[in-house]
């Protein structure tokens, strides 16, 4: 029997000690796939305590034969799909508005800004991607899932991971193409 | 599905869109970590989580070890809970995994 399997059995059994085992075991890859997701740490950590909370709740019904990350991802998946498709509806025009008003300097000669500005290009076009596409490139780049592992978490065939992912891609390298037109740094992608 | 290190990174060979995706999402991630309360709370949380599913697991159990015949809604819900506390309840006790769904 797994580690995790030993201690889900306790937490079953009502020692929230075991809880805290896992939460400590997970917390930091659980956050970090929320806060990649939602790119928002207050709605990262309430994702992190609420996919724990669940687990105590549902915890009967965790089958201690499987491994529990993927359960630990569904679960994350879902909160923070209802976490940004609820904070769509209002703030998109808030954001963008804010972006004007304290966007980064277009030009700075140091290197290690320009580094940085260009890992900020990629951040802001993996937030433009649909949600779907952005959870498949999260698990598949930031986790190292294999697309088997994620079909498994989201629920759907392979196929439709690699679908994801490819259009994902091209989106990306679209995005990026879009928004660097005549500047030094040039997205030639393999 | 493989049960293998979920910290483990940098294991699939990646082309440079793929390296910069990777290095974008962790320059975003890597520095961050949840702050020392979100562990008390959760745990605060759990504990309370588990007094009310034991007082409705207790509260539940003598209900349904109780004779039809001294089981009067009515009078239950009148007295104890309002309507819509009845309701709420019944909710609750499905959500907790304490009332099978098929029963209502």
């Not at chain 1, 037109?181 to 992608?189: A, I, L, N, T």
Request: hydrophobic share 40%; with cysteine; proline share 4%.
């Amino acid at each position: 029997m797994s580690e995790d399997a030993h201690l889900i059995q306790r937490l079953q059994a009502g020692d929230l000690e075991a809880l805290g085992t896992l939460y400590d075991r997970y917390r930091l890859t659980i956050y970090r796939t929320a806060l990649a997701i939602t790119r928002d740490t207050d709605a990262a950590e309430d994702i992190l305590q609420e996919a724990f909370l669940r687990l105590h709740a549902y915890v009967d019904r965790v089958d201690t034969s499987l491994p529990l990350a993927p359960w630990l991802y569904r679960i994350t998946v879902n909160l923070s799909y209802t976490w940004v498709t609820r904070r769509n509806r209002w703030r998109a025009s808030l954001e963008d508005f804010i972006d004007q008003l304290i966007g980064p300097v277009k030009y700075h000669p140091e290197p290690i800004v320009e580094r940085n500005e260009e890992l900020r290009v990629v951040q802001k076009a993996i937030d433009a991607l649909a949600f779907s596409q952005r959870v498949v490139i999260v698990l598949y780049y930031l986790n190292d899932l294999s697309l088997q592992e994620i079909a498994d978490i989201l629920g759907c065939p392979v196929g439709t991971v690699k679908s994801r992912l490819h259009y994902g891609r091209e989106n990306l390298r679209r995005l990026l193409s879009e928004s660097a037109p005549g500047s030094e740094v040039q997205y030639e992608f393999t | 599905m493989s049960s293998r290190n979920l910290n483990s990174r940098h294991q699939k060979p990646l082309d440079n869109l793929g390296l910069l995706i990777r290095e974008s999402l962790l320059s975003r991630t890597a520095f961050h970590r949840p702050v020392p309360g979100v562990r008390r709370r959760l745990l605060l949380r759990a504990a309370e989580q588990q007094r009310r599913r034991q007082w409705l697991r207790h509260w539940l159990m003598a209900l349904l070890a109780a004779p039809p015949s001294e089981f009067r809604v009515d009078d239950w819900q009148q007295t104890v809970w309002s309507r819509l506390a009845y309701f709420e309840l019944q909710r609750n006790l499905i959500f907790a995994g304490v009332l099978p769904y098929k029963l209502y």
